[in-house]
């Protein structure tokens, strides 16, 4: 069994304190054996929300997987922007998570991918030397090692879910992840949290997708409120926790999913 934390659009320079000090008490208590960080690690990328988020994730035991999001990019230093876009992300948040962004053990493995560009303001980008990435990452695993890959924009929609605009060449990297038998795709960036099996068919079964909202910004959307997920993995079964920020009680469960693959296909399934 593993469990992975996936928190999501930290935002440092927009976050709440008390809320970030909950996230980590939660993330104590769970001891999940990964967490992933799907992007957003600051709100305008100045160097000391980037040094905020790096003293933040240093207070995190496990190994952490970190992906870039498209407010870790300078939006007014047109310079930087152009030029150096990820410098300040490399320097403090790289170097906080596992190299190459990929985790792997006799039961798992994640990789994150920088769907984060320069020229663009909000919109993502899967490239394709990044699909050639994905491709040697997962391809030589066996069938049994579940595979997860992340990305900050969000790369699929899920059945009855809500329509959101997904990361550009997204269509061509699910065709990847289902040649490479992924089976979980992790996002962020909308600020809502989501989960449930793929809309679009694709060749090899199903996938899962599952998004996060914000974990400890106070740009949250409508009526949801700050989240993370806690991800649960055994066998062929796949529980998602939302776990939701609430001002007297801290971090507690709101809501529970679960999945189970059979030959190739998730269905929903009842809680473990
Ligand atoms: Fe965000
Ligand atoms: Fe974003």
């Known amino acids: 069994m593993r469990t992975i934390a996936q928190i999501s659009d930290l935002h440092f320079g927009r ?5 970030a000090e909950a996230l980590l008490a939660s993330l104590g208590a769970e001891r999940p054996d990964l967490v992933v960080i799907s992007g957003d690690f600051t709100q305008r990328a100045r160097s000391r929300e980037f040094m905020a988020a790096r003293a933040f994730l240093g207070r995190m035991t496990p190994p ?11 939006l007014y230093n047109l310079f930087s922007r152009l030029f150096t876009p990820f410098r300040n992300f490399d320097r403090f948040v790289r170097p906080a ?28 980008r899967v490239s394709g030397e ?25 790369l699929a929609a ?18 990847v992840a289902s040649e ?69 009680r801290g971090y507690v469960e709101v809501r529970t999913s679960s999945y189970v693959l059979e030959e190739g296909s998730w269905r929903s399934a009842p809680t473990w």
Request: hydrophobic share 40%; aromatic share 4%.
């Open 15 to 19: 976050h709440d304190p008390v809320i």
């Open 64 to 74: 952490k997987i970190v992906v870039p999001g498209n407010h870790d990019v300078p």
């Open 97 to 124: 998570g596992l190299p190459g962004a990929f985790f792997a053990d006799d039961s798992v493995a994640v990789l994150g991918i920088n769907s984060a560009r320069r020229l663009t303001r909000k919109n993502g």
């Open 130 to 154: 990044q699909m050639d990435e994905i491709r040697r990452a997962f391809r030589p695993l066996p069938p049994s090692i579940f595979k997860i890959l992340v990305t900050h924009h969000p």
């Open 158 to 175: 899920p059945r009855d879910g809500l329509r959101l605009q997904l990361a550009g060449r997204a269509r061509e990297a699910v065709d």
């Open 180 to 248: 490479c038998h992924i089976h979980l795709l992790l996002s962020g960036h909308h600020h809502r949290s989501l989960d449930g099996i793929i809309a679009e068919p694709v060749r090899n079964g199903d996938v899962l997708i599952v998004y996060a909202g914000t974990a400890i910004s106070t740009r949250t959307r409508g009526a949801e409120g700050n989240s993370f997920n806690l991800i649960r993995l055994e066998g062929n079964r796949v529980e998602i926790r939302v776990m939701g920020w609430q001002p007297k």
